[in-house]
Nanobody, 118 residues
Framework: QVQLVESGGDLVQPGGSLRLSCAASGIIVSIYDMNWYRQAPGKQRELVAALTSDGSTNYADSVQGRFTISSDNAKNTIHLQMNSLKPEDTAVYSC????????????WGQGTQVTVSS
């Protein structure tokens, strides 16, 4: 059974930093494409950061230069380091894993709330 468990969400002031974690079981993150999505109230879910199994990264324009996605393969965990946080970063952040086969099965975590407010 595949499980993705996010943690690290919190209330933080503008300009602050947070580090989100996504601990995986039932899959090996290093051979999956791993993504962080977010969804703010009343808005569509958007892809924030992507890490492919070959190590390539990609970021939404809105977070480029502020967020960093990384993998700790020893712990089978994905991280999202978020710096210079803005109120518009407030959302539920979810971890997503996509298998690199023709089936492209996906798995999702339950999400973690990030609130940026003074």
């Amino acid at each position: 059974q595949v499980q993705l468990v996010e943690s690290g969400g919190d209330l933080v002031q503008p300009g602050g930093s947070l580090r989100l974690s996504c601990a995986a079981s039932g899959i090996i993150v290093s051979i999956y494409d791993m993504n962080w999505y977010r969804q703010a109230p009343g808005k569509q879910r958007e892809l924030v950061a992507a890490l492919t199994s070959d190590g390539s990264t990609n970021y939404a324009d809105s977070v480029q230069g502020r967020f960093t996605i990384s993998s700790d393969n020893a712990k089978n965990t994905i991280h999202l380091q978020m710096n210079s946080l803005k109120p518009e970063d407030t959302a539920v952040y979810s971890c997503n894993a996509v298998e690199r086969t023709i089936f492209r099965r996906q798995y999702w975590g339950q999400g973690t709330q990030v609130t940026v407010s003074s």
